[in-house]
């Protein structure tokens, strides 16, 4: 088996900048979309052909995912079954306990959650962070679980699987369910120590400039001579340029070739870790 991820775009076929998200309006085109929804039995409604012929990109560059709410003139929310939704912050701070926010619509149904905290493409039990928890229809339910203090990547985009079923058959990552759903979600968990370590360091703080830089290029002035393990990662807390680079009189280059934004760099050198916003125009 090969493991594989998928994101939303960042870039459209016109390499523009994009959420990965197009809301379209169907009503617009097929005015019976509004109370018909999407056929799956039926045909008096709009067809998935038509539907996605109102916005479908590259199939050879994409991957495209349509979501609708009413099939057969039925709301997914009158339907029995799990519907409902998941929150979770995109960068939780690894500090405990964290709590991760839950609800469904129609049933009582038993919440498990998994996060790939070493990020090897499998779920053991020692990433079971909730188990088998009921959950009530209608309501937002806290469930709290402690992040492992080793074992856990930071500022890496992690996979969180969440499986909820009325059935009680939640308790397996990969099982089958009687009848449920599964969602998996991305995220990223930060270091607390972050922000102390560089309180701590003052006396040894690594100078960024120009700030902001011009295509990605910049300096780093080292008060340390060794190597400097650096990182940059995105505001989703990807990873988007790392090195290990050695200082030539106390200044070290990088020309990450970034494209414009906000970031974050991140060294780590003799056990001090330095963390600084970076902006490239």
């Given at each position: 088996?090969?493991?594989?991820?998928?994101?939303?775009?960042?870039?459209?076929?016109?390499?523009?900048?994009?959420?990965?998200?197009?809301?379209?309006?169907?009503?617009?085109?097929?005015?019976?979309?509004?109370?018909?929804?999407?056929?799956?039995?039926?045909?008096?409604?709009?067809?998935?052909?038509?539907?996605?012929?109102?916005?479908?990109?590259?199939?050879?560059?994409?991957?495209?995912?349509?979501?609708?709410?009413?099939?057969?003139?039925?709301?997914?929310?009158?339907?029995?079954?799990?519907?409902?939704?998941?929150?979770?912050?995109?960068?939780?701070?690894?500090s405990n306990p964290q709590t991760l926010t839950v609800a469904c619509t129609t049933n009582t149904n038993n919440?498990?959650?998994?996060?790939?905290?070493?990020?090897?493409?499998?779920?053991?039990?020692?990433?079971?962070?909730?188990?088998?928890?009921?959950?009530?229809?209608?309501?937002?339910?806290?469930?709290?679980?402690?992040?492992?203090?080793?074992?856990?990547?930071?500022?890496?985009?992690?996979?969180?699987?969440?499986?909820?079923?009325?059935?009680?058959?939640?308790?397996?990552?990969?099982?089958?369910?009687?009848?449920?759903?599964?969602?998996?979600?991305?995220?990223?968990?930060?270091?607390?120590?972050?922000?102390?370590?560089?309180?701590?360091?003052?006396?040894?703080?690594?100078?960024?400039?120009?700030?902001?830089?011009?295509?990605?290029?910049?300096?780093?002035?080292?008060?340390?001579?060794?190597?400097?393990?650096?990182?940059?990662?995105?505001?989703?807390?990807?990873?988007?340029?790392?090195?290990?680079?050695?200082?030539?009189?106390?200044?070290?280059?990088?020309?990450?070739?970034?494209?414009?934004?906000?970031?974050?760099?991140?060294?780590?050198?003799?056990?001090?870790?330095?963390?600084?916003?970076?902006?490239?125009?």
């Open positions: 088996m090969i493991p594989f991820r998928l994101v939303l775009a960042k870039r459209n076929a016109s390499c523009n900048a994009t959420s990965g998200i197009v809301q379209v309006n169907v009503t617009s085109t097929y005015p019976q979309y509004s109370t018909k929804g999407l056929n799956s039995d039926n045909t008096d409604g709009v067809s998935a052909d038509q539907a996605r012929a109102l916005s479908r990109w590259d199939t050879n560059l994409y991957y495209n995912i349509y979501m609708v709410n009413t099939f057969d003139s039925v709301p997914l929310s009158n339907t029995a079954g799990l519907q409902g939704y998941a929150s979770f912050p995109t960068n939780p701070a690894m919440f498990s959650v998994w996060i790939d905290y070493n990020k090897n493409g499998n779920f053991e039990s020692s990433k079971l962070v909730v188990n088998n928890q009921s959950v009530a229809p209608g309501t937002n339910t806290n469930l709290n679980f402690n992040i492992p203090a080793t074992g856990v990547m930071l500022n890496t985009p992690l996979r969180m699987r969440i499986i909820a079923d009325s059935n009680d058959m939640s308790s397996t990552p990969c099982g089958q369910l009687a009848y449920g759903q599964v969602e998996d979600y991305e995220v990223s968990i930060s270091s607390s120590m972050l922000a102390t370590q560089d309180v701590n360091n003052k006396s040894q703080d690594f100078v960024f400039y120009p700030n902001p830089s011009e295509n990605g290029m910049f300096y780093i002035k080292t008060p340390v001579n060794t190597a400097l393990d650096i990182q940059v990662l995105d505001v989703s807390g990807r990873v988007v340029y790392k090195s290990q680079e050695k200082p030539q009189n106390g200044i070290v280059k990088i020309d990450s070739r970034l494209t414009k934004g906000n970031y974050v760099v991140k060294i780590t050198a003799q056990g001090t870790v330095k963390s600084e916003k970076l902006m490239v125009k």
